[in-house]
């Protein structure tokens, strides 16, 4: 699980490869099949995206916020 200190840290670039990278993690486990589904990544992952969108779209607001 990231936290918000360390999305803060991170560059616009990395926090695009994050939510790219969570996206790709949900895709895949919503694939699976029903019994190997993780409905605990799936929920992690897509907080993970709402979290740095959040911040992406903070930044893109508010750009004198590092």
């Known amino acids: 699980m990231t936290n918000m200190q360390d999305i803060r840290k991170k ?3 990395e926090l695009a490869e994050m939510v790219s ?6 895709r895949q486990e919503r694939f ?5 589904r993780k409905a605990g990544a ?3 992952a897509k ?3 709402a ?3 959040g911040e992406l779209s903070a930044r893109r607001h508010n750009p004198d916020t590092k």
């Open 32 to 36: 699976k099949d029903r019994f190997s």
């Open 51 to 53: 979290r740095v969108l």
């Open 11 to 13: 560059s616009d670039k």
């Open 42 to 44: 799936i929920r992690q």
């Open 21 to 26: 990278e969570a996206r790709k993690d949900v």
């Open 47 to 49: 907080q993970t995206i």
